[in-house]
């Protein structure tokens, strides 16, 4: 299994950035993936999560309405839009293989994480 996180990058607050995750060595298409983030000196903060199909999504209240999750299983591709970014976003982002939300982690990969920085 591989993951691949790409996208990440410096931002000023209201900015925007859209993350991919490149999948390879599994079936994508057969997967709910998941978006984690892990900001320093705090444990990882579960952000979204989407169905196989990509017609269900699933987000934390913290980036609900901000947020959009997305995939493209032609691609094998995973996609966060971050739109209206806070400082409080400033974080390592990962994608996952699986099923994540607040109380639970059924994921079992992440990738190696890209980072997003929101300062002014």
């Known amino acids: 299994v591989q993951l691949v996180e790409s996208g990440g990058g410096m931002v000023q607050p209201g900015g925007s950035l859209r993350l991919s995750c490149a999948a390879s060595?599994?079936?994508?298409?057969?997967?709910?993936m998941s978006w984690v983030r892990q900001a320093p000196g705090k444990g990882p903060e579960w952000v979204s999560r989407?169905?196989?199909?990509?017609?269900?999504?699933y987000y934390a209240d913290s980036v609900k309405g901000r947020f959009t999750i997305s995939r493209d299983n032609a691609k094998n591709t995973l996609y966060l839009q971050m739109n209206s970014l806070k400082p409080e976003d400033t974080a390592l982002y990962y994608c996952?293989?699986?099923?994540?939300?607040?109380?639970?982690?059924?994921?079992?990969?992440w990738g190696q994480g890209t980072q997003v920085t929101v300062s002014s």
């Open positions: 996952a293989r699986g099923w994540m939300d607040a109380d639970y982690d059924r994921t079992d990969y």
């Open positions: 989407i169905n196989t199909g990509g017609d269900r999504t």
């Open positions: 060595r599994f079936t994508f298409s057969l997967y709910d």
